[in-house]
């Protein structure tokens, strides 16, 4: 049916999808990681200025 011997043509453009997709999860976790920080710094500011609101200036 085939020889050992066969010539192969390879496509010299190939782009492997393992390094496509580990780089993918690294982006989301960057996301995440942003949104994240994002979230935390708006609740310590809502925080504070309640804080701030609640605080008696008549010490």
Known sequence: MSNGKED???DDDFVSDE???SEAPVEVAKTNLTKR???D???EERRLH???A???FDL
Do not use: A, G, W
């Open 19 to 21: 390094t496509d997709s």
């Open 37 to 39: 920080r994002i979230i």
């Open 50 to 52: 309640k804080q701030l």
């Open 54 to 56: 609640e605080y008696d």
């Open 8 to 10: 192969l043509e390879l």
């Open 41 to 43: 710094n708006f609740l």
